[in-house]
T-cell receptor, first 110, second 116 residues
Framework: GQQVMQIPQYQHVQEGEDFTTYCNSS?????IQWYKQRPGGHPVFLIQ?????EVKKQKRLTFQFGEAKKNSSLHITATQTTDVGTYFC??????????FGRGTSLIVHP | DVKVTQSSRYLVKRTGEKVFLECVQD?????MFWYRQDPGLGLRLIYF???????EKGDIPEGYSVSREKKERFSLILESASTNQTSMYLC???????????????FGPGTRLTVT
């Protein structure tokens, strides 16, 4: 079945540094979604990418979908303490059920 | 605003007890999901329902069952709770669109279940 690998599992950064998390799928995806889960909270939808090579920005967050639609990345510029949390990707393809990556936990040191 | 609510934030049960976790959504979504979340393992799908009385097994259905008698309500049942079912349980819902397409999921606040 479809598998979505996400790396790294953890990332420690100093406030102001950049951060990137990567997702790779074993199969071609129809779309990819990104979620953020704050400590003690539940996952909250951030964005969905559908097109090959698509790039979307939300303030300091940049999301990319690979040309082959098998990989994606989330890049945060100049991290802040409010960025702390776990970021999940979820790949869609072939059904209503997306496949979640295991998440990347971002720890920001002030 | 979509709201997904879960019956309890925290629950403590004893081994062997029957446990009911309830989830209600108010957006008329067709699809509802139950996940469990454990450190380092991400979100693992237990069961999925795409309509009233319809269900499909997810990746880890063993030891669980579900019920969907009304569109807005999706219940997860642990027939005989065991300590390895201690976890965070998350419910989610989404709408149905084109077949083969998944859409943004709206999650409930989660139930942290401890089985002693």
């Amino acid at each position: 079945g479809q598998q979505v690998m996400q790396i790294p599992q953890y990332q420690h950064v100093q406030e102001g540094e950049d951060f990137t998390t990567y997702c790779n799928s074993s199969t071609t995806l129809s779309n990819i979604q990104w979620y953020k889960q704050r400590p003690g909270g539940h996952p909250v939808f951030l964005i969905q990418l559908v097109k090959s090579g698509e790039v979307k920005k939300q303030k300091r967050l940049t999301f990319q979908f690979g040309e082959a639609k098998k990989n994606s990345s989330l890049h945060i510029t100049a991290t802040q303490t409010t960025d702390v949390g776990t970021y999940f990707c979820a790949g869609g393809g072939g059904s209503y059920i997306p496949t979640f990556g295991r998440g990347t936990s971002l720890i920001v040191h002030p | 605003d979509v709201k997904v609510t879960q019956s309890s934030r925290y629950l403590v049960k004893r081994t062997g007890e029957k446990v009911f976790l309830e989830c209600v959504q108010d957006m008329d979504h067709e699809n509802m999901f139950w996940y469990r979340q454990d450190p380092g393992l991400g979100l693992r799908l237990i069961y999925f329902s795409y309509d009233v009385k319809m269900k499909e097994k997810g990746d880890i259905p063993e030891g669980y069952s579900v019920s969907r008698e009304k569109k807005e309500r999706f219940s997860l049942i642990l027939e005989s709770a065991s300590t390895n079912q201690t976890s965070m349980y998350l419910c989610a819902s989404t709408w149905t669109g084109d077949w083969g397409s998944s859409y943004e999921q709206y999650f409930g606040p989660g139930t942290r279940l401890t089985v002693t």
